[in-house]
């Protein structure tokens, strides 16, 4: 430290200041400060060497910084650091220094976070189908998951009017708050769109339908929206078969730009298959009872000819 010599003579009026000096802090002010010369007098300034304790809160793997802290004090001083609530990310491990006594270097402590899954995941299936010509309400089907099998009589198969609606469910399987904000659906060639069946913007390119009604659906963790698409099956012999409905998460998004965990539940298909009905089972039905009550008909006709017989005899 630095000395400095006040000259004068004795009654002499002085006065000190103190000094500043970096990565120092002045302790206190010496009583003798100021006053009268004498004998010699020495004033003394103490001071005490400045420390820090710099807390960084880091994404583990990559060392991103998220947050940091700064802790001043001086040698000697105890200190002790806190994780804290970082969001859309959840506290893994720190340093061993998290607590401990202020040296003459910095001391750097770490808390290391990982961040929270985010994954969307789109679900399809048959909610209902219709056919208008047999003037029939839509039914719901509960078992989504099964193969879909609709049987259309053969004598309306040019003039069935077959809409089928589709239920689509995006659901929030991750940690944070999530955003669907395109939807893509691709449409069979043995179905067709039109907008007046639907309650619902769509985007039309070809067979390829987009839809942005969710992109402002925040998605909590565990908790789902749904949107219901609704298309025609092309009437026709040509049109049977086994028929796949594809959708797709095509954009999806979250406050903290995560990439999804996996995009292999961001698509879904839904299958069923159209085929004629000929009838046949009622119609055998009907042969059968028309033997039965042809047989019973019989059986008293006979019974009712020998009683008579007997009678006549």
């Avoid at 960084?56 to 060392?63: I, K, S, W």
């Avoid at 750097?108 to 789109?122: A, D, R, S």
């Avoid at 925040?218 to 028929?243: F, M, Q, V």
Wanted: hydrophobic share 30%; glycine share 6%.
């Amino acid at each position: 430290m630095d000395v400095e010599e006040i000259k004068g003579h004795r009654n002499d009026k002085y006065e000190t200041k103190p000094k500043e000096y970096t990565g120092y802090d002045l302790v206190e002010i010496p009583e003798n400060d100021k006053g009268t010369m004498s004998d010699e007098i020495t004033v003394t300034y103490y001071y005490i060497k400045k420390a820090e304790v710099e807390t960084f809160y880091v994404e583990e793997g990559t060392e991103k910084e998220l947050d940091r802290e700064m802790k001043n004090g001086h040698i000697g001083d105890k200190y002790e650091t806190f994780a804290k609530k970082i969001e859309n990310y959840t506290f893994v491990n720190k340093t061993d220094n998290a607590t401990g006594e202020m040296g003459d270097k910095k001391i750097i402590v770490k808390y290391y976070y990982k961040p929270k899954e985010f994954n969307l995941k789109i679900e399809k299936w048959i909610d209902s189908v219709r056919i208008e010509d047999k003037n029939k309400k839509g039914q719901k089907y509960k078992e989504r998951d099964n193969l879909f099998k609709l049987e259309i009589y053969k004598n309306i198969i040019k003039t069935a009017e077959v809409k089928v609606t589709y239920k689509i469910r995006v659901t929030n399987t991750g940690e944070i708050i999530g955003f669907a904000n395109e939807i893509k659906e691709k449409i069979p060639q043995e179905f067709e769109f039109k907008q007046s069946d639907n309650n619902i913007k769509w985007k039309v390119n070809g067979r390829n339908l987009t839809t942005t009604e969710l992109e402002k659906e925040a998605i909590e963790p565990g908790k789902y929206k749904e949107i219901e698409i609704t298309l025609r099956w092309k009437k026709g012999d040509s049109n049977l078969g086994n028929i796949k409905n594809t959708v797709k998460l095509n954009k999806t998004s979250n406050s903290a730009n995560f990439k999804e965990q996996t995009e292999e539940d961001n698509k879904s298909e839904s299958k069923m298959i159209i085929t004629v009905s000929t009838g046949l089972t009622v119609f055998k039905e009907l042969q059968t009872k028309i033997i039965i009550v042809a047989i019973v008909v019989l059986t008293l006709v006979g019974a009712i000819i020998i009683k008579k017989r007997k009678n006549w005899g």
